[in-house]
């Protein structure tokens, strides 16, 4: 009997023992749940500058050629910090300009349900104006998706805002370096994962083929789904928050957003807790070699991300604190009763 208890109460340590040592922070891009100080993007405006105080301040407005992440497409080093919870920080990389031309990770806040072309006019209609839509009926140029780049078909995971990955490198690019989350406390974290989807534009590309439509000249001989496609989003972990673009990852983890002809069009969960403790990571795009041309990757190279989870260190109480140090400790049974005696002192299961 004694026998069964002991080995009933190592088992229920062993559990408690298990339990994680951390908590999740989220950066959710929520106005409620930011924590960061004001802050001015100064280039915004013609110059005048824009003063940012919460996350949809963000949101720019088109979503082609905006203000905030285009401005004079030259100057635009819109960036935005999780403060105080994450700690990610992101600034649009220098790609011989700062413009989200050249790669970024832009907020946004856009969506609707569809990806047809005949959907196209309608979301145009609806964030451009229907005026908009019938003064440029027929003008590719005007109602591309690319003025739709920012918009997925789904709400937010929670809540109403979310961010907007633009960028990759292959052969062809002209992009030199990787849009990246990177943590701003000078520490090394964990992200436990993060929650995905495909953008509109990226959609209407992949189920209805590269069309010629001006300002979507990818060159390439990609005419729609196959049950050979694929397409991935790998994320390249690093342990010094400075490295250069050359640089090699310490791990990678990749996330799958079509397969074959399985394409991802609602949020999905993408683990990131085996690129391990990290102090930035950066994101690319793999592809199939019927989306690529003569000019590289064929699909535009969108992702939508939304919840990111960071791990960080518990607040320690007083039965974490004798956890922690049971593999060191002896332990005994008397009066039925696991007891764990360390440094002299006896502790039962809820550290008294």
């Not at 413009?99 to 609806?126: P, Q, V």
């Not at 451009?128 to 590719?140: P, T």
């Not at 699909?299 to 604190?321: C, H, M, W």
Request: proline share 2%.
């Amino acid at each position: 009997m004694k026998k069964s208890i002991f080995l009933a109460a190592l088992c229920l340590m062993n559990v408690v023992l298990m339990a994680q040592d951390y908590e999740l922070r989220v950066l959710t891009f929520e106005d409620e749940d930011a924590q960061f100080s004001e802050y001015t993007l100064d280039y915004a405006d013609g110059w005048s500058g824009r003063t940012i105080t919460t996350w949809s301040d963000l949101i720019d407005d088109p979503q082609y050629g905006g203000p905030l992440t285009y401005a004079d497409y030259q100057s635009a080093a819109y960036h935005w910090y999780d403060e105080g919870n994450t700690e990610l920080a992101h600034t649009f990389p220098d790609n011989y300009a700062y413009c989200f031309w050249g790669g970024g990770h832009a907020i946004s806040n856009y969506w609707g349900e569809g990806w047809s072309d005949e959907d196209r006019d309608i979301h145009i209609a609806k964030y451009y104006g229907e005026n908009y839509v019938e003064e440029n009926a027929g003008n590719d140029a005007m109602l591309g998706w690319f003025n739709l780049q920012m918009m997925v078909p789904v709400q937010a995971h929670s809540g109403e805002n979310f961010a907007v990955h633009y960028g990759y490198k292959d052969f062809f690019t002209y992009i030199e370096n990787l849009p990246e989350l990177r943590f701003e406390d000078g520490e090394m974290h964990v992200i436990d994962h993060m929650y995905v989807t495909n953008t509109n534009y990226t959609l209407n590309q992949l189920y209805n083929g590269v069309k010629s439509e001006a300002g979507n000249s990818f060159g390439g001989n990609w005419e729609g789904l196959t049950e050979d496609a694929w397409l991935k989003i790998v994320a390249y972990g690093f342990d010094d928050v400075d490295a250069d673009a050359y640089a090699e990852p310490i791990s990678e983890v990749e996330f799958y957003l079509v397969e074959g002809k399985n394409v991802v069009t609602d949020w999905q969960k993408w683990d990131l807790s085996a690129l391990g403790e990290v102090a930035k990571v950066r994101f690319n795009f793999l592809y199939s070699d019927e989306m690529g041309g003569k000019y590289g990757f064929t699909i535009p190279g969108y992702f939508a991300y939304d919840d990111v989870a960071v791990r960080f260190p518990k607040q320690s109480t007083a039965l974490e604190n004798t956890q922690s140090h049971t593999s060191h400790a002896q332990k005994i049974i008397r009066n039925g009763q696991l007891l764990i005696i360390r440094d002299g002192k006896e502790y039962n299961m809820i550290g008294q």
